[in-house]
Nanobody, 125 residues
Framework: QVQLVESGGGLVQTGGSLRLSCAAS????????MGWFRQAPGKEREFVAS????????YDADSVKGRFTISRDNAKNTVYLQMNSLKPEDTAVYYC??????????????????WGQGTQVTVSS
């Protein structure tokens, strides 16, 4: 069993920055693909970014490309999402997720086995 706990959300003005963190329990964090997803009110959950277990390969959604950066520190069992140039449309609950197998593409939520409780990000205009 893996537990994921997100932190770092909050209220920020347009153009501002936030860094989300997701701390994972367990000794096999380095084996997991990690992803960030978000869900805005009235909308479906959408993919934001993912990172392979080694950290050498990342994949970002077009909507955040060039503004958000996913990274991980396997020694600390933590994955991060650095969010810059935030826009009001980035407002959502952000979730981190862990995948123990790679049977589905990294932007497919069904491919992730464990989810955090989410952290709210609100960008004011």
């Amino acid at each position: 069993q893996v537990q994921l706990v997100e932190s770092g959300g909050g209220l920020v003005q347009t153009g501002g920055s936030l860094r989300l963190s997701c701390a994972a329990s367990g000794r096999t964090f380095g084996n997991y693909r990690m992803g960030w997803f978000r869900q805005a009110p009235g909308k479906e959950r959408e993919f934001v970014a993912s990172i392979r277990s080694s950290g050498r390969s990342t994949y970002d959604a077009d909507s955040v490309k060039g503004r958000f950066t996913i990274s991980r520190d396997n020694a600390k069992n933590t994955v991060y999402l650095q969010m810059n140039s935030l826009k009001p449309e980035d407002t959502a609950v952000y979730y981190c997720a862990a995948a123990t197998s790679f049977r589905l593409p990294s932007d497919e939520s069904r491919g992730y086995d464990y989810w955090g409780q989410g952290t709210q990000v609100t960008v004011s205009s």
